[in-house]
């Protein structure tokens, strides 16, 4: 059973930092692409970033550009989601999801994706 647990999320000031991990078991997730998503109170679910196989970024929502970096590190399974000079407008709660396979058409899309995490909330105070 694939499973996706996050973590790393809590409350900052803005222009604070954080780190979020997803961490994969049942399987091996250094064979998939993996992505980060965010809903927020009252809005859709959008993407903010995703990351290949190879650890090559896919794509990267505009509103984050500049601000977040995602890496994996296939050894701990895990990949994680760098979010500095928080604003905000980033609180929201975050997923990350696998589609379980190399390849994905539209790393930003949420339907492309397989295998989701519960979550883990960030909020950030002005």
């Known amino acids: 059973r694939v499973q996706l647990v996050e973590s790393g999320g809590g409350s900052v000031q803005a222009g604070g930092s954080l780190r979020l991990s997803c961490a994969a078991s049942g399987y091996t997730l250094g064979r998939s692409c993996v992505g980060w998503f965010r809903r927020a109170p009252g809005k859709e679910r959008e993407g903010v970033a995703a990351i290949n196989d190879g650890g090559f970024t896919l794509y990267y929502a505009d509103s984050v550009k500049g601000r977040i970096i995602i890496s994996r590190d296939n050894a701990k399974n895990t990949v994680f989601l760098q979010m500095n000079s928080l604003k905000p407008e980033d609180t929201a709660m975050y997923y990350c999801?696998?589609?379980?396979?190399?390849?994905?058409?539209?790393?930003?899309?949420?339907?492309?994706?397989?295998?989701w995490g519960q979550g883990t909330q960030v909020t950030v105070s002005s």
């Open positions: 999801a696998t589609n379980a396979r190399f390849n994905i058409r539209r790393p930003e899309s949420p339907v492309e994706y397989r295998y």
